[in-house]
């Protein structure tokens, strides 16, 4: 069984700064795009940002651009979202996930909470 292992979330104010963390597997992290993706209260998962096997290419969703930064070490297997100015509406589960999109293997997730 593929286990995606996320860290770093925790309650912040607006405004505030979280990195979030993802390791994986190296034999499944080194062949894989890889994405965040978040599920905010009552909504459905909204991909965030994904970025390709070498690093080279970067995506993310309107919402979040200029705002976040995703990274990859692959001497590590770890996947990074770097997350500024963060806004009461960021507040979601936050999954890694495998792929481009919404629908690769995630992980369980944790939990980010933009909150005064």
């Known amino acids: 069984q593929v286990q995606l292992v996320e860290s770093g979330g925790g309650l912040v104010q607006p405004g505030g700064s979280l990195r979030l963390s993802c390791s994986a597997p190296?034999?499944?992290?080194?062949?894989?795009?890889m994405s965040w993706v978040r599920q905010a209260p009552g909504k459905g998962l909204e991909w965030v940002s994904y970025?390709?096997?070498?690093?080279?290419?970067?995506h993310y969703a309107d919402s979040v651009k200029g705002r976040f930064t995703i990274s990859r070490d692959n001497a590590r297997n770890t996947l990074y979202l770097q997350m500024n100015s963060l806004k009461p509406e960021d507040t979601a589960v936050y999954y890694c996930?495998?792929?481009?999109?919404?629908?690769?293997?995630r992980g369980q997730g944790t939990q980010v909470t933009v909150s005064s």
């Open positions: 996930a495998t792929g481009r999109g919404t629908y690769g293997i």
């Open positions: 190296g034999s499944i992290f080194s062949r894989n795009d």
């Open positions: 970025i390709t096997i070498r690093g080279d290419g970067r």
